[in-house]
């Protein structure tokens, strides 16, 4: 749903006038289209998942709880300040172990790079 919003948040700004419901539903199929292409075209993505996942994880577990003390700037040594500080520092430990299986898990297993070529 956020790529629709920003396909029409887009057009909204550029045109200064409401999305038509066919241009939604145009957006929608192209969209989509594009994410099948790119399923068929690279199904090998499914064995990098847990790799992009263990780089991405710190946008979510990690990096909020940083910027929680960089912008509310909490007493030093306070229970908010070394729990968002140990929270931040854990996110960072479970992406790094993350990442470190999934590259572990493509050296024992391979990656099948195979185009086109579904299973």
């Not at 419901?21 to 989509?32: I, N, Q, V």
């Not at 990098?48 to 030093?76: E, H, S």
């Not at 968002?84 to 590259?103: F, M």
Request: charged content about 10%.
């Amino acid at each position: 749903m956020p790529v629709f919003d920003n396909l029409e948040f887009i057009y909204v700004n550029k045109k200064n006038k409401e999305c038509p419901r066919w241009l939604r539903l145009g957006f929608r199929f192209f969209f989509g289209g594009l994410t099948y292409f790119i399923a068929v075209a690279l199904p090998f993505f499914a064995s990098l998942a847990a790799l992009f996942g263990g780089i991405m994880l710190p946008l979510t577990c990690a990096y909020p709880c940083f910027m929680w003390i960089a912008i509310k700037k909490p007493q030093p040594n306070s229970a908010m300040w070394w729990s968002n500080l140990c929270l931040g520092c854990l996110g960072i430990g479970l992406s790094v172990l993350l990442v470190v299986a999934a590259v572990w898990n493509l050296v024992i297993n391979g990656l099948d790079a195979n185009f086109f070529n579904p299973h």
